[in-house]
């Protein structure tokens, strides 16, 4: 937990205005994390936060490449990320998550873990569908094994009989 500990930013004692913090992410940040899946990458965030009497604005810029499975070949393929995110955190009574980008915090709280939320920027960032590119020839850069294999993989005819039956009640209609 002493890792995470850099992403906590103690606010109290901070003076209204901009303030600015860089972080950088690899492997052991995505350790803390139990159901990650994405195990290895270097992202560099930088944090802008604007304190202000009753709330912070927190804009994160995001830059760097994660190492993800291709899911053609489930080869290891590298990923540029790229982006830009804003949190408000407002002072309340007790945590409350408003909307998407709007968190309430107690009034109390002297500090904003920012850990989760670089997580989830960073897996918002990347495509739904990862796969390697191609080459000027348009050949696939994929494992050129798994793609023979799933190219010679024969297409089954054979139906599930629960959709046949279903579909001669269709046709009686």
């Known amino acids: 937990m002493d890792y995470l500990r850099q992403f906590i930013i103690p606010f109290k004692g901070l003076k209204e205005g901009l303030h600015q913090f860089d972080f950088e992410i690899d492997e052991k ?17 930088h944090l802008e936060m604007e304190k202000e009497e009753r709330l912070l604005v927190l804009n994160f810029s995001l830059d760097g490449i994660m190492n993800v499975p291709c899911d053609r070949c489930n080869e290891p393929m590298d990923l540029p990320i790229h982006g830009k995110e804003k949190l408000i955190v407002k002072f309340g009574a007790g945590y409350e998550e408003e909307s998407e980008d709007v968190q309430i915090i107690p009034e109390e709280d002297n500090q904003v ?11 918002l960032l990347l495509p739904v569908r990862r796969v390697h590119g191609e080459d000027p020839n348009g050949v696939p850069l994929c494992d050129p094994e798994i793609i023979r294999k799933l190219e010679s993989k024969p297409v089954s005819e054979e139906t599930d009989p629960r959709w046949d039956a279903l579909k001669k009640l269709k046709t009686k209609n």
């Open 29 to 45: 940040f995505f350790d803390y994390f139990e159901y990650a899946e994405i195990k290895n990458g270097k992202v560099n965030v």
């Open 113 to 123: 873990d920012v850990s989760p939320f670089i997580y989830e920027y960073i897996q």
